[in-house]
Structures are given as C-alpha cells and as structure tokens.
C-alpha cells in the first residue's frame, strides 16, 4: 500500500522515515516513487465557550453522529482508538492474556481533505513508539478510502463473546471504581466535548505509558477470569461523561467524582478542572465489584502500584449532577 511506503513532505520538511517504519520497524520508501506533500491542521488559539453548555445536551450531540478522526490532534486520537480497542477485549469471556493479543490496524481515510495524510502519517509515527511499549508487535496495516476519517483497531486473540455486562446492576453490597489506564493529565483538546463546542484550542490528553497500560489490563483480566468483575465499562471517547451513560441508561444514579479532583490536585470550584475531570478522554474502566472482594483489588492493585479510585454512588439523575458540577 503506497500510503505506508510513500516518502512524505510535511509542512514543507521531508521526512526520513515512512508510516511503515514506525509501525512494524521494516525499512520502505528506497524504491517507492510516490511522494505525498501536505499541511498539519493546527489547533485553534480560541478560549473555551462551555460555562453555559448544557450537560444532556452534550450528551445527546455526542451520541447523536460519529466523531471523524481529530486531524487537529492525530498522536492523541490514535492512541485513544488503540487503547480503547485493547480495553474493549478485557471483558471478553475465556482464558486468554494480555500476551496472547494480536492487533489489526485500519485507516478509513478521506485521502483528499486538507491535512488529513499529515496527520495519517503523524498517527503512524505515533502509533509506533505506543506500540513498543505496549509490547504489540508488527499489526496488521490497512488503508482503504473513506468519507471520513478514522482508525479502526481489532484485537484477536481474546474471547469473542463479552462476558461482563456495560450495566450497572442492582445490589446495595457492591462498590464502582475507576481505574485509568494512564497516569497523564485531564484536558480537552481533540476530545468530543472540543468538537461539540467548535474545536476550541486546548492541550489534548498525553497518553503515553504504555508499560503502565499493560500493568492495568493484565490486573483487571485477571479479575474478569476469577469472577471479580460484576459489571464494566470502557472509558474512552467522551470521558467519564459518556461512559457513565453508557452504564446507567436510565440515568437514575449520580457519581460523586470528588475525590478524583482532589486526586488530581483539581478544584470542584474551577469550572476547567471539572470539565476535564469530566470529559478527558484518558483511556480507562469504570467496575463494579462486591464489597467482599474490596480488599483483594485494594491488595492487586497496591501490588502493581496501579490507582484506582471509588466512585460514591446514590440516587439521584446523573444529569442533574453533571449540571451542578459544571455550574458551581
């Protein structure tokens, strides 16, 4: 595929290597004629507009249509789709571990829109340093031409059937946990709430450790295959917001996310620090477990040096929380 081989011009600078140096460490390009020549889509240097936003209706523009590829940010979108897709095979039911994942990689890439083969070729560059330290070697590559742009990643290897329901379940002797699956900052940049309110710039979330990514998934596997888990979700686009949909559809409950601000040196009076706590798109899981089985997760997490933290659940709607935590 020309697209993985070619020798790029970015920004009027010629790359040394190609897409697919980055992604598998083979060499390319000596013998390849095509020469692709583009320009990186900046950030916008605009101030945040979200203060009078309001929660569900967020929440419904975000799931309302699919979010293209963020060509404004394309190391951060990359790497969020590869970690969600990994974290997305833990729930899978079998016997099956971190170890045993392979990775296939596909670029649906609207080929011919402004910026979009720099960031196709920032993503792979990207992807590639991810990869090595998540120990994932030489994924299938995939280029095909599509409307928009996105990257679709499929793990095998795992279980095919999902084992853990993305529910809430009912029992008053269980506790929720959140456990990202990177130790980086909140922020917003190239995040769904950025795109719902116009792309405004902002940092986008440095997801980087890959050896903490490991650390987190084979500890959570572990609990799935021993029956720890009752219920989880996937944290990934949209944040914390979007995923605690997802788990209450009903909306009857609220999460109270203080001690995560305070955890991440955050103010509930700073209306930034709580959009990012809300809507930052670190990789993680939300899971719900026994209360009997806290302080085994309490010991395997301490074991690994891996946070987590627990979310006070009770009843009340979630939007009505989200909109009090963004209007205090």
Request: glycine share 6%; net charge negative.
């Amino acid at each position: 595929m020309r697209e993985f081989d070619a020798k790029y011009i970015i920004d009027g600078i010629a790359q040394d290597l190609t897409p697919r140096h980055f992604l598998t460490g083979e060499l390319g390009g000596e013998s390849c004629a095509d020469c692709i020549t583009d320009e990186s889509v900046d950030p916008r240097l605009s101030p945040w507009e979200y203060k009078e936003q309001d929660i569900p209706s967020i929440l419904e523009k975000m799931s309302s249509y699919p979010f293209p590829f963020s060509l404004r940010y394309p190391e951060f979108a990359a790497r969020l789709s590869l970690a969600t897709a990994l974290i997305d095979s833990l729930w899978n039911e079998g016997h099956f571990s971190y170890e045993s994942l392979s990775l296939s990689l596909k670029w649906q890439w609207n080929s011919d829109e402004m910026g979009a083969m720099a960031a196709f070729y920032r993503s792979c560059e990207s992807l590639g340093e991810y990869l090595e330290n998540l120990r994932i070697d030489s994924p299938e590559l995939v280029f095909e031409k599509a409307p928009l742009c996105r990257i679709v990643a499929t793990v095998s290897g795992g279980g095919k059937a999902r084992k853990v329901p993305e529910y809430f379940l009912s029992e008053s002797a269980s506790r929720l946990l959140y456990i990202p699956f990177d130790p980086c900052a909140y922020s917003l940049g190239g995040s769904a709430l950025s795109k719902v309110c116009g792309n405004p710039g902002d940092a986008a979330v440095d997801i980087s450790d890959g050896y903490y990514f490991t650390d987190c998934y084979e500890i959570v596997r572990e609990m799935v295959e021993d029956g720890v888990i009752m219920s989880a979700a996937t944290v990934g686009a949209g944040g914390l917001t979007a995923a605690l949909k997802r788990y209450y559809p009903s909306l009857s409950h609220h999460v109270d996310l203080s001690a995560l601000l305070r955890a991440y040196g955050m103010s509930q009076q700073d209306e930034t620090d709580r959009a990012r706590v809300l809507f930052g798109e670190v990789p993680g899981v939300l899971l719900q477990i026994r209360e009997s089985d806290y302080e085994y997760v309490d010991v395997q997490c301490l074991l690994q040096d891996v946070a987590y933290y627990s979310l006070a659940v009770s009843a009340a709607p979630l939007s009505a929380l989200l909109q009090a935590l963004m209007n205090r």
